[in-house]
């Protein structure tokens, strides 16, 4: 049997008020393709389908087109959500989408088991969908708790979650006496996975990473959320497939891929990461207004289709009054398009002057308010002196409210 894992779509992105949208299209386009080449049984979205929760008309329809366009392969689609996914969104359409071999599960309240069918109607596989668990649906919360057992008690509830999900898979699978695999699937944060700039952190406050060590024997687990392409453990069949697309400057210079995954009966053979092509190129530039030159200059050597989107990050020495100006008239006969223009922060050293030794009890609150507004970007003095007559009024009231 084969599977495509892939995860982090985030259909309706506006980047920089960029629409992704010919992108996105692009991507299953290809993707389409390549179920069909590859003869693949089913595929599994592990979550963030959307950018938001409340998507553009347009990616909803982006999302319906390609779920009736992959009914001519064949293809079973199991489509988790993630954490920017609205669970109400993608529960419209959810009971008409099981008539085109889709399932849709959006929450964690009870364990869902999917059975995955060949062509002929014969079990191939198990899934244990498992979407974004939300805290409130796996736990109850505990007057008192310090933040260590809150932490502690959430990762016992997601540990046990999938323990009990993964005993009914195997209790499912004894049952019918097929050597088939059992496929366990996540949106997630697991420790030692490297994360992007555009990766929303989940479990804030409670659990910051789950420990791989803590699922439990799955013949794959297919994850979501972080966007870059890794094996989590060194074990190469639990990962992250990545998002599709570049989500943030910072992911531009990575491969974009998905993973084709393959068994053997019950046993785990392979994963081959399909490279994605890329549509739309992204290029972070920084330096002195000198150094960029020669950098923009460099870029006329390059062949692309579309309009190179760049990040410009100035020094601060060069970013002047007329900076947009001057860029505008270095870029102007140039395949490019600046989305971002911005002056380059000075190290936190040189604008804090901290002490090596120096601890935050011994800062005011005004000071460490003035030492992290150093650090923007702010051409307005009067702003910068106006922000801190704020800070200093509202921190007055907030202290006599307290009555110190």
Known sequence: MRIIHTS??????????????????????????????????????????????????????????????????GCQLVILSGNHDSVSVLNESSELL???????????????????????????????????????DIQTSVAGQTSEEKQLSLQTAIHDYYQHCYQRAVELRKSLGLDIP????????????????????????????????????????????????QVIGGQPHIRYSGSPIALSFDEAQQQKSVCLVEFDGHRFVDVTLLPIPVLQPLQSLKGSLKELEQQLDALK?????????????VAPQDYLGDIQQRIEEITQPLSVEVVRLRRAR???????????????????????????????????KELEQRLLQLFKQSYAILRSGQGE
């Open 301 to 313: 050597e390059q062949v692309s289709d579309q309009p190179v989107w760049l990040d410009i990050e």
């Open 98 to 136: 099981r008539y085109l071999n889709t399932h849709v599960i959006t929450s964690g309240g009870e364990p869902h088991i999917i059975t995955l069918k060949g062509q002929h109607g014969q079990p191939t596989g198990l899934v244990c969908a498992i979407p974004f668990l939300r805290p409130r």
């Open 346 to 380: 000075r190290l936190l050293q040189e604008q804090s002057n901290t002490k090596s030794n120096e601890a935050l009890s011994e800062l005011t609150a005004e000071e460490v308010f003035s030492r992290r507004l150093a650090q923007e970007s702010l051409e307005d």
């Open 8 to 73: 982090d779509w985030h259909l309706g992105q506006y980047f920089f008020t960029k629409s992704r949208a010919a992108e996105h299209q692009h991507f299953l386009n290809w993707l389409i393709k390549q179920i069909t080449l590859h003869h693949v049984d089913a595929l599994i979205v592990a979550g963030d389908i959307f950018d938001t929760g409340a998507p553009p008309s347009y990616a909803r329809e982006l999302y319906n087109k390609f779920i009736v366009d992959l009914q001519q392969t």
């Open 182 to 229: 059992i496929i366990a699937t996540g949106h997630l944060t697991v420790v030692g996975a490297a994360l992007t700039d555009s990766v929303r952190d989940i479990y804030i406050g409670t659990l910051d990473a789950f420990p791989s060590g803590a699922f439990p024997p799955a013949d794959y687990i297919a994850l979501g959320h972080i966007h870059r392409s």
